[in-house]
């Protein structure tokens, strides 16, 4: 099955996946449809999977947590230890957000989802991404935002695409409640300053937050970097 695999590849692609990927795994140059499509065509089982090697090109990965998802129908004890499993091989974004867009949990699931959050949000690197991608995935409407901010804070902040992956979660929710996340930007710049420029953009950036509220957000920005200089 790899081999066939492998014939999918294409040189004109490897550089630019490297490069969008930030990461040393090399690349086949397989576009995520294409993966997609070649996992629709295949059956899989967990001996199967088991034989599929990770971190050695990023597709092999991609495609690894998408057989996995496909064997989530029935999510017994072997999907969730190949799911914790995987997760600590997660290298990049394009991997992880892959992965965790193609999971399809079910409200009776939820709790052992949770779960497994909590611990990827104490985790480091891209497994904490994993984590709030899942988090704003699945539990936006399920969680109360105080809950949901006492998971955020514990998180080891400093590496882009968590801090990014944050920002897009903090943003997503002030799409839902934007007051609650408007009285707590002081505490986010307090947690990570980049994060917390990071959300203001992707506020105004997004056509669910009102043109008023755009403009109430710019006083921030402009406060924040008055401390920062006066700081530094």
């Known amino acids: 099955m790899l081999e066939e ?9 490897v550089a630019f996946i490297t490069k969008i990927a930030s ?11 294409k993966i997609k499509t070649f996992v629709k065509s ?3 089982t967990y001996d199967t999977l ?3 090697p990770l971190n050695q090109y990023i597709e092999q990965d ?28 997660l290298d990049n974004w394009i991997t992880c957000d892959t992965f965790v867009s193609s999971t399809k949990f079910k409200l009776a699931e939820y709790d052992q989802l949770y ?20 988090l704003k995935k699945y539990f936006i409407k399920e969680k109360p935002f105080d809950e949901i901010f006492k998971l955020i804070k514990t998180i080891q902040y400093g590496l882009y695409y968590v801090d990014m992956g944050c920002a897009w979660l903090l943003a997503t929710m002030a799409c839902f409640d934007f007051e609650y ?25 997004s056509y669910l937050i009102t043109p008023f509220q755009k403009d109430r957000l710019k006083k921030f920005v402009r406060i924040a970097q008055k401390d920062r200089a006066a700081a530094s």
């Open 181 to 205: 996340i408007y009285s707590h930007l002081d505490e986010i710049a307090s947690m990570s300053f980049f994060v917390y420029k990071k959300t203001i953009q992707k506020m105004k950036e």
């Open 62 to 89: 991609v495609l690894y947590g998408l057989f996995l998802n496909k064997l989530a129908k029935n999510k017994d004890k072997a999907y969730y230890q190949h799911f914790l499993a995987y997760v600590k091989y």
């Open 23 to 33: 990461t040393n795994i090399p690349s086949l140059g397989i576009t995520i449809p």
């Open 42 to 44: 295949h059956d899989i």
């Open 50 to 52: 088991d034989q599929i």
């Open 115 to 134: 779960q497994i959050i909590s611990y990827l949000l104490k985790q480091e690197g891209i497994m904490t991404r994993c984590g709030l991608v899942l």
């Open 5 to 13: 695999f492998y014939q999918l590849k294409d040189e004109t692609k």
